[in-house]
């Protein structure tokens, strides 16, 4: 706003202006009707600025600013008449148009004030309110009337104008009125205006507040108070149009009730009742002490006042404890319950399963069971249909596993993503436990329709119990947790009990599990070779590089530790480390030999979803100069399920960097599809190698499979082949690349380079 970018030059000619008005009218410098026309100029401003303000304000200060500007305006309309009456020599009547429109602009400000102070309240705090302010309307008014009314009554009456006296008197009642509010702005709230926006508004106030006592002063005692009353009125309208502007100068405001401690909140709930106490002393302080019906009037609606506001207190505290009631009991359900199924969740079950273990001792062969469900394909159900399908899906199972156990009073739960645990009480032999855990499977492998769609999922199931497995309810979750993974690595759908031997399974995977976290910081890793040689020639043309690990001073098994690696996603950071190791090994074997050369290197599943897998492959090949050509990176068949594999997968392509299709025939990629994935070489899984010619059925597979790359233009890589029949019959089909221990064993890099004819560099 203009104005506000030069407040300097406004300030210093509204300074300029007050000056002249008190000198026209103070000295009588200047003609009267040039004094007329300035009273009119600052009304007129403040209208037009706040106008502009109300404008450019958002939500309820918008209002707010709206009904200021409309009293600005009744002001500049009333002052007008008033003038009016005065330019044309007449004397103004009382009440006039002028009367009523000073009224209005006082009522306008009013409501302005309780709007925006309403705007946060509740229903029973704006009651409250309403009553605060009448009590302090009623005592102000007693009190006026006992020593500035009643003392001045009889030249009042002389007048004989009751219409005027009244329109006088309203001046009392409302600046009272407008004094309550500028209260409950500095004692009931904080941040209702900035701190000048506050400053200016309520000075504002004051002013019109002083500028009605010295207009009430004229008319009752016949005072003149002249050019002093105008001033008042100009301070005031120009103060208010001031903290207008300087609310679009700063920060944006909310309407805050005051903290509920300290003294300002004490303050403000004594308030009224140390005003509505004036009345009570009102009476001694007269000196003629005469039994006044006035006041024993205000004190009975003061006092009903005070019981109808008790009243409410005592509703909205009744309220309040409903209200707080009602939220520590969601408070206690969401805490304690599951929000996508609604079952007791991990923390609430855990309780309920101490409590069952501390309850009592078993007896008569009671027991307590514990059973760990996992849901089997709940994550390819998830991925593929969407997570919404996923969540409609848990609902439902969790909805029959709840139905079938309320039949034997047990309690079941959502531990956390597809997993849900069972609390079998008063089980006594495995075969009832058993029979409860069929029950439950059934309840689970029974078809699921879902917007249209039929979905078919399982359930594998570990079983601790109580006492014979464990004491505790941390060991009970624990060892059915370990019988889930081993029903788990069974195949999937169906159960088993904790037994010694998976504790100390369990025992082992845990521990290995804690040393291959910092296998990598210790550089317990290294990677092996194992040479590949084209069929026809004979000739090295590359090496699939093989992670191992090496465990004080002995060889953990990859079957052992890479399926955990991938299960805790260190594979990614060890996969990482594993790629640029192999390149810069291929690196140094192309400078030290000029033939054709390529590494092959395993990746990951989890490794590849990574959403910067293929940013981080350049920039490996870029750290270790390697030419991108001399890189193959082998993926599964699982890898190719979305539009966003296909993607990476031609980034590579584009950049030079080989893919090659590992263990083709294991996984369920589609023959039809196979045409349109871009990659260059399918690699024969071992499987098929090892039996192709003991079993005629492998072989006329392994020959399918050959034709169809051999169709694709792609190139055939065979490993694990061990023999020389073997080798034979795969050279016989058209094998490209043979891979496997007939010719070498995986070796460390020093016995490669030696068998290579050179020492390792």
């Not at 705090?125 to 007693?142: R, S, Y």
């Not at 009314?149 to 009642?173: C, F, G, N, R, T």
């Not at 078919?456 to 004491?471: C, E, K, M, N, Y």
């Not at 082992?508 to 599990?513: K, P």
């Amino acid at each position: 706003m203009v104005l506000y970018r030069n407040r300097k030059l406004w300030l210093t000619a509204f300074a300029g202006y007050m000056a002249l008005l008190f000198l026209a009218g103070e000295h009588g410098v200047g003609l009267p009707n040039l004094m007329l026309a300035l009273l009119l100029v600052v009304p007129g401003f403040a209208w037009g600025v706040l106008r502009c303000v109300a404008r450019q304000s958002r939500g309820s200060y918008r209002t707010f600013w709206h009904l200021i500007s409309t009293g600005c305006l009744f002001y500049f309309l009333a002052q007008f008449i008033w003038n009016y009456y005065a330019w044309t020599g007449g004397e103004p009547p009382v009440p006039s148009v002028a009367d009523v429109l000073w009224n209005g602009q006082t009522l306008l400000f009013i409501a302005a004030i309780c709007y925006l102070m309403a705007k946060e309240r509740s229903v029973f705090q704006g009651v409250k309110v309403a009553i605060d302010a009448f009590l302090i309307l009623l005592v102000v008014g007693a009190a006026m009337w006992e020593f500035y009314m009643e003392p001045h009554m009889d030249m009042l009456l002389e007048k004989q104008d009751w219409v005027a006296l009244a329109s006088v008197a309203i001046y009392p009642v409302s600046d009272s009125v407008i004094v309550f509010c500028l209260l409950f702005i500095g004692y009931a709230y904080r941040g209702l205006f900035a701190p000048k926006v506050q400053g200016f508004f309520t000075a504002g106030l004051l002013l019109f507040v002083l500028g009605d006592i010295m207009y009430m002063n004229d008319y009752t005692v016949g005072t003149d108070t002249g050019s002093w009353m105008d001033l008042a009125y100009a301070f005031a309208l120009f103060a208010i149009a001031a903290g207008g502007i300087y609310s679009l100068g700063g920060k944006e405001h909310r309407v805050r009730e005051r903290t509920r401690n300290g003294w300002g909140e004490s303050l403000r709930y004594l308030l009224p009742y140390g005003v509505a106490s004036i009345l009570l002393v009102l009476p001694l302080l007269r000196h003629d002490h005469e039994d006044r019906f006035e006041v024993h009037v205000a004190n009975g609606i003061i006092v009903g006042l005070i019981m109808l506001r008790q009243a409410f207190v005592m509703i909205e505290n009744r309220s309040l404890l409903w209200g707080t009631s009602r939220l520590l009991n969601e408070t206690s359900y969401l805490a304690n319950h599951d929000t996508v199924t609604g079952l007791p969740n991990r923390m609430h079950f855990e309780r309920k399963l101490a409590e069952a273990l501390t309850k009592r001792e078993p007896e008569d062969g009671e027991r307590i069971a514990l059973l760990f469900l996992d849901l089997d394909r709940f994550k390819y159900i998830n991925d593929s249909y969407g997570h919404d399908i996923g969540d409609d899906l848990l609902r439902e199972i969790a909805a029959r596993l709840q139905i079938e156990a309320a039949e034997g009073g047990h309690l079941v739960s959502r531990r956390g993503g597809d997993e849900f645990t069972v609390l079998l009480r008063g089980v006594r032999v495995d075969k009832e436990i058993g029979e409860w855990v069929e029950r439950f499977m059934r309840r689970v492998t029974q078809p699921i329709v879902l917007d249209g769609g039929e979905l078919l999922t399982g359930a594998s199931i570990g079983i601790a119990v109580f006492p014979q497995d464990a004491r505790t309810a941390a060991d009970l979750l624990r060892n059915a947790d370990a019988a889930m993974y081993k029903a788990k690595a069974m195949g999937g759908g169906r159960h088993c009990f904790f037994t010694e031997d998976l504790d100390r399974s369990f025992t082992r995977t845990a521990t290995l599990e804690h040393s291959l976290r910092r296998a990598l910081e210790r550089g317990e890793f290294v990677l092996h070779y194992q040479p590949m040689y084209e069929a026809a020639s004979g000739r090295l043309v590359g090496t699939e590089a093989l992670l191992r690990w090496q465990r004080k001073g002995t060889l953990v098994s990859p079957a052992e530790f890479i399926p955990l690696a991938e299960e805790t996603g260190l594979i990614v950071p060890v996969g990482e480390w594993a790629l640029r190791e192999a390149c810069r090994y291929a690196k140094r074997w192309l400078e030290a030999f000029p033939e054709p050369f390529e590494i092959s290197v395993n990746v990951s599943p989890i490794q590849f979803r990574q959403p910067n897998f293929e940013d981080r492959v350049l920039g490996i090949l870029r750290e270790t100069g390697l030419p991108p050509e001399a890189l193959v990176l082998e993926i599964t068949e699982s890898i190719m399920r979305d539009d966003e594999a296909i993607r990476k997968l031609e980034c590579f392509k584009a950049h030079g960097v080989n893919i090659s299709l590992d263990d083709f025939g294991t996984g369920y990629s589609s023959l039809s599809d196979l045409h349109q994935l871009p990659i260059d070489a399918l690699k024969i899984a071992q499987n098929f190698t090892k039996d192709v010619l003991n079993n005629e059925k492998q072989g006329r597979i392994v020959k399918a499979i050959v034709a169809l790359a051999k169709s694709l233009d792609l190139l055939v890589v065979a490993e694990g082949v061990e023999t020389e029949e073997q080798f034979l019959f795969m050279y016989r089909l058209g094998c490209d690349v043979i891979q496997g221990y007939y010719f070498s064993k995986p070796l460390p890099e020093a016995e490669l380079w030696a068998k290579a004819g050179r020492p390792a560099s």
